[in-house]
């Protein structure tokens, strides 16, 4: 599984062949995936970490770079949902990844 690194101050994501490819690489921290969501046979979308000061989550589709994406509530069950791309997914759908 390919390793990724995000940057605590400005947010930035990047992977092991540039680690020092932001700014402030002495405040990155490593990512691991937390949780994942099924999307079909061979497919998962990877929850890495949470940003709750801007309501943002880092995932991404399988081994491919992740990216912060928003977090809402949908409806008037206020159900969390995570918009990746054009489609909704719910955090409820989301099974832990315990390491």
């Not at 990047?14 to 402030?24: A, R």
């Not at 943002?56 to 399988?62: F, P, R, S, T």
Request: with cysteine; proline share 3%; hydrophobic share 35%.
């Amino acid at each position: 599984m390919k390793e990724y690194w995000y940057c605590v101050e400005c947010f930035g994501v990047t992977d092991k062949e540039n680690p020092y490819g932001c700014c402030h690489s002495e405040s990155l921290v490593k990512a691991s995936v937390i949780a994942c969501i099924g999307i079909c046979n061979t497919a998962s979308l990877n929850i890495y970490t949470f940003n709750t000061v801007e309501d943002k989550v880092l995932v991404g589709i399988n081994n491919n770079l992740p990216e912060w994406c928003p977090i809402s509530e949908v409806g008037e069950s206020d159900e969390v949902s995570i918009l990746y791309g054009e489609t909704m997914y719910s955090l409820s759908d989301a099974m832990r990844v315990q390491h």
